[in-house]
Nanobody, 123 residues
Framework: QAQLVESGGGLVQAGGSLRLSCAATGGTFSRYTMAWFRQAPGQERDFVAAISWNQYSTYFADSVKGRLTIFRDNAKNTVYLQMSNLKPEDTAVYYC????????????????WGQGTQVTVSS
């Protein structure tokens, strides 16, 4: 089974930038859809971005479109979330997820998850 480990979270000021990383082991990474979700306290786990295994298709939540970019390096078994112009409402625990199928925005359809990394954006 695939194992995912996120890193790169931290505290940034509004308008700042941050890059999250997710390293994968134990699966055929190059054939998995990879995605990022986030969850704020008391909130549901919401879709952020996804990228298909062949990198031809990417998807973004409306709230982050134009500010966040997802990309992957299959040689390193790693997917990234590059975040810029961060806002306080971006504050959440960010989770990396994987599934052996086409991208979806539904968290329940991803089988593999990382432990999460905290992103805090101060105003």
């Amino acid at each position: 089974q695939a194992q995912l480990v996120e890193s790169g979270g931290g505290l940034v000021q509004a308008g700042g930038s941050l890059r999250l990383s997710c390293a994968a082991t134990g699966g055929t990474f190059s054939r998995y859809t990879m995605a990022w979700f986030r969850q704020a306290p008391g909130q549901e786990r919401d879709f952020v971005a996804a990228i298909s295994w062949n990198q031809y298709s990417t998807y973004f939540a409306d709230s982050v479109k134009g500010r966040l970019t997802i990309f992957r390096d299959n040689a390193k078994n790693t997917v990234y979330l590059q975040m810029s112009n961060l806002k306080p409402e971006d504050t959440a625990v960010y989770y990396c997820a994987a599934r052996r199928d086409i991208p979806t925005t539904l968290a329940r359809e991803y089988l593999y998850w990382g432990q999460g990394t905290q992103v805090t954006v101060s105003s």
